[in-house]
């Protein structure tokens, strides 16, 4: 009777699975890999709980780099996961874990607990891949998703894991229920999904968006989609049944809950239009429109004075800037870039003003103008409604369409959404229509004056907007190859400072330093490198710690297990392959040593007979202990007699001063004839700084014959050896490795202790949270990104000189700043296999920012800077919130923009360790400041 293979019967009482793990592995990968190929909108993906999804691939044996598909999966899923032959065959699709209990929805489709991250939570299989796994486990339940296109200028296929949450109201009795549609639904299909299960007609229904529970606009029946139509998740909509039919509203209401005329506009197909201005606090609307087409401006005023009177209303109305914005679903991070912009000076300033003849609906890189027209029109509303908080539902669904990256209601970075408004604003009111071709030249050793302004005079032929002209400065980057000295120096423009916190720039590193020549004992040194530097830097480092001499060189080396790992010979070898855990040591050695012999000796111990094991047996019963010695010797024919001597020589500072091992003997272990002396080496001090020679040659001479006879043995690395006697003959080899066999004698006559509780590149045990007192200062930030650094391995530059890619050491300085200036501390760092978010509190002055004396060029600005906003980040990587602080400069008063909560705060209580976006504005000084002082008063006057 033969009984089938486990492997191929399920426990749960499924069908037999018709292939073994690494073939379904093969099926499931090509059916993936196919899906990658072939992305269209419509297709099928299904949702599959992490849980259950990693134990199949453990089954499989994917992991460890070997899984084969690629962008469904994440790095953590990867790296989690062990081969099949470790795993057991997993049961029954599962579920459950990622399913909501109660599903109270009008909808055919489960619904997925809200919060759930891809690749943490569960993961996304093409409809073929699902089938195939269904078949062979069963299980579920289903959880199919529509693969769904977003985004205008940047096309992004996303799979629609979460479709649109509704409540909708039922004005017949104030019943409420859930509507769960595509975001690309269109409003008919929201009016089929409403009437038809209510057996209502189409012309005695209404539906309204009811956001925060009040009317705002009537949902007309079109093809538009909810997603166009500006609906949030989870907000209200509004039914309403009358028995007179269908009647059109003509009048909706704004975000505030005002009512707001709808103003007729010529159709245009190719026109975009600004409706509904700014509210003022008194509740009316200027009501202005435009045509971009036309450039011509509509507005309810009676006049054209009347519409500038209602701008002046606007910029100088009561405590305008304090409104705050509503959280739509994890956009406290849009909200809090948003206020950080809307509170700078030159563009509140701009965007309160007629800016239509400035906006480019003709530049491909822009978004046809609708980006800067829906910022204008948010920025208005929050400088004219007073306290009243604004939901910039609009706003979202504009970033919606032109960065799907934001879509949706996931936490994102405000720095990245502040990287991509100011650019895409800049687009949008780019005043070159036409941008021309332009090369750019090589400064070919001109002056760095001529070579700057000819950079920047061919950016702004390019580029030129309000986003340019206050916001925009100027690098000076220099490049020099490694191989011929070439340098290359450009003037690149630069939008805002990323500024990196010095512990993501350097890192400390704990290393022990061995003596080769015997001349001192071993010593640990802590030292700070350049995190993404090589051992050169190391060695440098470790140099100039040690008091190293000019005829000295230094060996690295990674000790694991009581041997050497690893050499690190490579003076260019990256010091990031070097972990925290790990334990690197350092070989002090002169440059005379003619000949490059590497000696290493690998300590032993005779261990207790209770503790032997099959591979301590080989060895004799020896365990290894301490750190191997290492040194380099000489001579092209060595015999044991050297070894000895070379063993004697570095073993020489261990030596203890007085010993038990007084009388002297005469005999003869492994070919050696020793004496034994209760002389000790007195004339070595074990307070010797480095490189002291308190112990003479004669004396270490006299070592191997007086002190004991060495246990050496030769090896090829493994555990197997043979005894070397004083005349055996070693053949020449670069590299001569030995076991040393301690016994009692030699753990009386030395020291082990020094060889022994070697640290750790780096204990976390050491490490201290910094404090206020022990802040960083934002000038050491600056520092550190100004610092000249190489390029890494995969940003190699190309030396037009070398004709080769180069990995080139680079340099950046200040050569021109902008009037606003953004710094961008960079408190999140990504790895494949780690993420982290550094709290470092950075001590960064409120005023008088002087940036003086790292800026090169002499264009005669003021380099002093005042702080006026600032956007916050609290939590961690998985979550977090976003705040912002702001300083309205008419009251000279600093307020805290909490979403839709603003309180006034005091100074001394804006800076935290959860500052992460600083925005300063260029103060004037000397005559420049005075002149303006007098002209403002002019004015005023």
Request: proline letters at 5%; charged letters at 25%; aromatic letters at 10%.
């Amino acid at each position: 009777m033969t009984i089938p293979d486990s492997s191929f019967m399920m426990d749960n009482g499924a069908s037999c699975l018709p292939h073994p793990p690494e073939e379904e592995n093969r099926i499931v990968t090509d059916l993936m890999n196919k899906s990658e190929s072939n992305l269209k909108e419509g297709n099928l993906y299904y949702v599959i709980s992490n849980r259950w999804f990693t134990s199949w691939q453990r089954y499989v044996g994917q992991g460890n780099g070997e899984c084969s598909t690629d962008k469904q999966f994440s790095d953590s899923q990867q790296s989690n996961v062990v081969p099949s032959k470790m795993a057991d065959r997993p049961g029954p699709i599962d579920n459950s874990d990622i399913v909501l209990d109660n599903n109270d929805c009008e909808s055919n489709d489960l619904e997925v607990r809200r919060g759930l991250h891809e690749g943490a939570d569960y993961v996304l299989v093409p409809q073929e891949a699902w089938e195939k796994l269904s078949d062979w486990y069963k299980g579920g339940p289903a959880l199919p998703r529509k693969l769904i296109l977003q985004g205008v200028k940047q096309h992004q296929f996303n799979v629609e894991v979460y479709p649109l949450r509704l409540n909708l109201v039922d004005s017949r009795d104030n019943s409420e229920s859930v509507i769960s549609l595509s975001k690309k639904a269109s409003i008919r299909e929201l009016y089929e999904t409403v009437c038809a299960p209510r057996g209502i007609e189409y012309g005695k229904a209404r539906i309204w968006d009811y956001f925060n529970k009040r009317k705002h606009t009537e949902l007309n029946i079109s093809n538009q989609t909810l997603e166009e139509s500006n609906l949030q998740i989870n907000q209200h909509i509004f039914l309403e049944v009358q028995a007179d039919g269908h009647c059109s509203s003509q009048f909706g209401m704004d975000s505030t809950g005002n009512e707001l005329a709808l103003v007729p506009l010529e159709p245009s197909r190719s026109s975009l239009t600004i409706a509904g201005g700014p509210t003022m606090s008194n509740g009316h609307s200027t009501g202005y429109s435009f045509n971009l087409n036309r450039g011509a401006l509509t507005t309810g005023c009676t006049d054209i004075d009347d519409r500038y009177d209602s701008y002046n209303s606007v910029k100088k109305g009561d405590r305008g800037g304090l409104a705050g914005l509503q959280n739509l679903g994890n956009t406290c991070f849009m909200n809090s870039a948003i206020q950080c912009l809307v509170h700078t000076p030159p563009l509140f300033e701009y965007f309160l003003q007629d800016y239509s003849e400035e906006i480019n609906t003709e530049n491909p890189l822009g978004m046809n103008g609708e980006l800067a027209i829906a910022f204008g029109e948010l920025l208005r509303k929050l400088w004219s409604s007073g306290r009243t908080t604004i939901a910039p539902r609009p706003f979202k669904g504009k970033l919606a369409r032109f960065a799907p990256q934001f879509s949706g209601y996931n936490q994102h970075d405000s720095q990245e959404l502040l990287a991509f408004l100011l650019d895409g604003l800049h687009e949008d009111l780019n005043r070159v229509k036409q941008k021309p071709y332009i090369e750019t030249k090589d400064s070919d050793g001109r002056a760095d004056e001529e070579v700057a302004d000819e950079c920047w005079n061919y950016h702004k032929a390019r580029n030129d907007s309000v986003i340019v002209d206050v916001c925009q400065g100027q690098y000076k980057s220099t490049l020099v190859c490694p191989v011929c000295g070439k340098i290359s120096i450009t003037f690149d423009p630069f939008m805002y400072l990323s500024l990196p916190m010095p512990s993501t720039v350097t890192r400390t590193m704990t290393v022990t330093m061995f003596y080769g020549d015997g001349s001192g004992l071993p010593k640990p040194y802590t030292v700070t490198v350049p995190k993404h530097g090589c051992c050169k830097d190391l060695s440098q480092a470790l140099g100039t710690a040690c008091c190293l001499k000019g005829d000295e060189s230094l060996l690295l080396a990674e000790v694991y297990e009581h041997g050497i790992h690893r050499y690190f010979e490579n003076p260019l070898e990256q010091l990031v392959s070097i972990k925290d855990d790990e334990h690197v040591v350092a070989y002090r050695q002169s440059k005379k040593v003619t000949g490059r012999i590497k000696l290493e000796i690998i300590h032993r111990v005779q261990e207790k007979q209770e503790k032997f094991t099959s591979e301590n047996l080989r060895g004799g019963g020896r365990k290894l202990f301490g750190t191997p010695l290492v040194t380099y010797l000489g001579e092209d024919a060595l015999n044991g007699a050297d070894i000895s001597l070379a063993v004697s020589r570095m073993l020489s500072p261990l030596r203890k001063r007085y010993s038990s091992l007084t009388k002297a003997h005469n005999s003869k272990e492994n070919g050696f004839v020793s004496e034994a002396t209760n002389e000790p080496l007195g004339s070595y001090n074990s307070q010797s700084g480095p490189g002291d020679q308190s112990i003479n040659n004669t004396e270490l001479e006299e070592t191997s014959s007086r002190d004991m006879s060495l246990q050496l043995s030769l090896t090829n690395g493994d555990l197997s050896c043979k005894p070397i006697e004083k005349d055996t003959l070693i053949k020449s080899s670069q590299l001569v490795k030995a076991f040393l066999d301690w016994s009692d004698k030699e753990h009386e006559l030395y020291d082990s202790s020094y060889l022994k509780d070697l640290p750790e590149v780096h204990k976390t045990v050491f490490t201290v949270k910094k404090t206020r007192q022990e802040a960083v200062s934002l000038f050491s930030c600056l520092e550190a990104f100004l610092t000249e650094e190489p390029l890494g391995p995969d940003d190699m530059w190309y030396c037009p000189r070398c004709k080769e890619h180069r990995q080139a050491t680079k340099k950046l300085d200040l050569w021109m700043l902008p009037d606003i200036l953004v710094v961008h501390l960079k408190r999140f760092s990504y790895s494949r296999y780690l993420k982290n978010k550094l709290d470092t509190y950075v001590n960064f002055p409120i005023r008088n920012l002087d940036l003086s004396k790292y800026v090169k060029s002499k264009d005669g600005k003021s380099h002093v800077y005042e702080l006026y906003a600032i956007s916050n980040h609290y939590g961690g990587l998985g979550g977090g919130h976003y705040t912002a602080y702001a300083k309205l400069v008419d009251e000279n008063r600093w307020y805290h923009f909490d979403d839709g909560h603003v309180a006034p705060v005091d100074e001394n209580e804006i800076k935290t360790s959860a500052a992460y976006l600083l925005f300063y504005q260029r103060v004037e000084t000397g005559p420049r400041a005075e002149e303006g002082e007098t002209s403002q008063a002019n004015m005023d006057f």
